[in-house]
Every structure is written in C-alpha cells, then in structure tokens.
C-alpha cells in the first residue's frame, strides 16, 4: 500500500506534468493544502454549467434546423433600410427573415407546453400560434392601415385553410396512396362550424354597407362589428373550455398511436421557453415595424397590388411554421394532428386573431370593423363552404389535396387583379 508521503510526491509530479489550462487537469488534494478550502470551485462550476448551458440551448433553437440559415436577412433587411431606402429589397429582405422566427416561435410554444399541460397550453397556443399574424397586423393598425390588416387576416385563414390543408393532403395521399387516410370527423365538424359563424359575423356589417340599411351611418356598422367581436371572443373561450376540459374525448385522434408524440421530452427547460419566446416575439415585433413601412413602396416598386401583398405574400410567411408541421404529420399518417394545424390555426384567426385586433382597434381609437368588403367576404364564405365539404366524409386523399391547391390558387390570382374599393376611392378624390 502507498504511503502518504510516497502519493505526495507523485501528486507533485503529476501537476508538472498537466498544464494548468488542460482540460484533464482535476482538484487534487494538494490543491486543498495550497488554497485551504474549495471555496471557489462551487461558483466556477456554477459559470461553466451555466456557459454550457447556454450554448447548448444556442445550438438547439438556432441550429437545429435548416431554415434557420434566413436570420440574417433580418438584420440586413434593417441595413438595407437606412442605407439604401428601397422598400422593395426591404420588403422581401424582411419577409425571408421572420420566415425561421416564426417557426422558431413555434418551437418554443411547443416545449413550453410540456410543462403547462393541455388547458394552458392550448391558451399558448392561441397566443403564440398566430402571433407574427397578430404582430404586423397591431404595428399596421398603429399606421392606420386597416385595409391591410384585415385583408392579412382573411388571407391568414384562406392560407390555412386551402394552401396548407391542401399540401398536408396531398403530401400524406401521395406517401399512403394505397389507402384514404382518415381522421377526427367530429372535431372537424365543430371547427367547420366556428368557421361559418365568423363568416357570419363578417357578413353583416358587410351587407348594412352596401345596402345602406345603418340606422346611424357611418356608426352603426361600427358598433356590430365591436359587440360580434366580443360575441366571437366569448365563442372562442367557450370552444377551448369545450375542446380542452367538458369535451376533449371528442378530439381523441381515430388512431390512438398518433398521441405517441406526447411521450417525447422538452428539449428545453420551462424558464429557457420562456426567454425564447420573449426574445423571438421581440426581434419578430421589430421587424414586423419595418414589414408594414415598406408595404407601399413594395407594392409601387413591384407593381402587385397591396391587395395580393396583403392577402397572399404575408400570409405565407407567417403560417410557414404550420406549413411544415402539417405535411412532416401528414406524410407520417397522423392526419388529426395535421388538422389541427391547419383547421385549428384558421378557427384560432377568425375567432380570436380577428375580433382581438378589432377590440384593439378600438382601445387604439382606430375605426377597425369587420366589414371586409364584399368581394374578400365572399371568397371567405365560399372557401369556408368548399372545405366543409370536403371534410365531411372523415377522410382525405391526394385528389382532395390537389383540389384545395388548385382553389387557392383562383384566389391568389383573382387578388392579384383585385383593385380594392377604398383604393380606387382614393384615385379618384386624389384626381
């Protein structure tokens, strides 16, 4: 056996021969006899675990994923903005970059509602689901753009409801061709059914409008447009206690395996979620404020109508994150989770994202009403009409997809030759 002095003298040895910088380099007790106590290992081993954890949580929510290579167009879309002044390039310079923010924002609701389960998370989700919709649509209520706040809106749900379910449709038909996939019919009906009732409460503002029928002109429509809002927010309320607590055996997918994502782990603590998400809803506010300065000067130096920019483009970029989700679902056949995405995001905007920024509107003192004008009215109810349709069998194939694609396609183009009333409005009293 060793003596004491005999491992004193190797211990020696051994700290010539390690460099104080090398990582092998441990506490030894003759670091106890030089230093007297370990007094400062605690708070070192506190910063490192703390760096580590930080560059963990760096590489899992920046580098994770492949569409996080868009980030930097945030920034030199701000450059871009103070150097040059062109609203085109900036324009399209910022819509690349709250591409991967949007769908970071995603992520980060998902990992937080492992820890709030399904009540709060839904509430989450509700919140932060459409937030970058919500966020250029305050920063243009704010600018007194209306017009593009509620045609972003519209084109929010028309994006879900055509261009997402449909790739979702057609992406999961053509992986399971040999098979119609199926799904929740039940809660499909419900959501269909939330649809129709915003479509109802855009309807009839919209018709005292052009029929002229206001009791007090100019005010009367306003003042429905404020108490259907609150009518559909407390709708909206109600449908999450029924989704998430009275009914939610209803939602149960038809194949019980599709609930075996809920056995994954965060990836990322409660509080780091929480950081992420105040730090991506932020950067997404910031840049949403250069989004909607350059909104006018985009559409002047491309020549599209801000109809179509509002309508098509932002919708887009903003439901990228439900885009990849309801396809990755789609193709592993979990296709009520893909539902949810798409019909839930839909139901989410024209329940809650659209009554909330008209009860914004009004604390802003901005005249935001729900009357979208006839032609955007109609679209939505016809829209609302053909999907319904289609979901009612409880089944879904690649035909039904491509049919969903082709629709929004017609709408993409009838808005891509819309003139907008109050716009034509404006050239006139201008000439």
């Known amino acids: 056996m060793t003596s004491l002095d005999e491992r004193s003298v190797l211990e020696l040895e051994d700290k010539t021969l390690v460099t104080p910088v090398s990582p092998a380099r441990k506490s030894h007790p003759l670091d106890v006899i030089q230093h007297g106590s370990f007094s400062g290992s605690p708070q070192a081993s506190k910063n490192i675990y703390m760096r580590n954890r930080v560059l963990k949580n760096l590489k899992i929510v920046l580098l994770s994923s492949k569409i996080n290579l868009l980030l930097p167009f945030g920034p030199l879309a701000i450059l871009v903005n103070y150097l040059t002044g062109r609203h085109g390039w900036v324009f399209f310079l910022t819509l690349l970059g709250i591409i991967p923010l949007a769908e970071r924002l995603g992520y980060a609701t998902e990992q937080l509602a492992f820890y709030t389960g399904p009540t709060v998370g839904g509430l989450l989700n509700a919140t932060f689901g459409n937030a970058t919709e919500l966020l250029i649509s305050i920063f243009a209520l704010k600018n007194g753009m209306v017009r593009v706040v509620q045609q972003s809106l519209l084109g929010s749900i028309l994006s879900n409801m055509l261009l997402v379910l449909g790739c979702a449709f057609l992406s999961g038909g053509i992986v399971h061709c040999k098979k119609d996939q199926v799904f929740n019919k039940a809660a499909a009906t419900v959501n269909s059914g939330l649809l129709l009732m915003a479509v109802l409460g855009l309807t009839f503002p919209a018709v005292l409008h052009y029929t002229h029928t206001e009791l007090h002109f100019g005010k009367s429509e306003l003042a429905l447009s404020r108490f259907s809002s609150c009518v559909m927010l407390v709708a909206y309320a109600a449908f999450l206690v029924f989704q998430l ?122 005249p935001m009403d729900l009357n979208f004008q006839l032609f955007e009215t109609t679209t939505l109810f016809v829209m609302v009409l053909v999907v319904a349709f289609l979901l009612q069998e409880g089944t879904s194939n690649y035909f039904k997809g491509l049919m969903l694609i082709l629709c929004y396609l017609i709408v993409a183009a009838s808005f891509f030759v819309h003139a907008d009333p109050k716009s034509v409005a404006d050239k006139i009293h201008k000439n």
């Open 245 to 366: 607590k009275s009914h939610k055996n209803l939602y149960v997918p038809v194949d019980e395996t599709e609930n075996s994502y809920d056995n994954e782990d965060a990836e990322i603590s409660k509080w780091e979620s929480i950081i992420w998400l105040s730090i991506l809803t932020a950067w997404i506010s910031v840049l949403s404020g250069y989004l909607v300065d350059a909104i006018e000067g985009a559409s002047i130096a491309w020549n599209i109508p801000i109809a179509f920019i509002s309508v098509i483009l932002l919708p887009i970029v903003g439901n990228a994150s439900e885009h990849a989700s309801a396809i990755m679902f789609a193709m592993k056949d979990k296709l009520d989770i893909s539902l949810g995405v798409a019909i839930g995001s839909s139901t989410q905007i024209s329940m809650f994202g659209i009554p909330f920024c008209v009860v914004v509107g009004w604390l802003m003192g901005r």
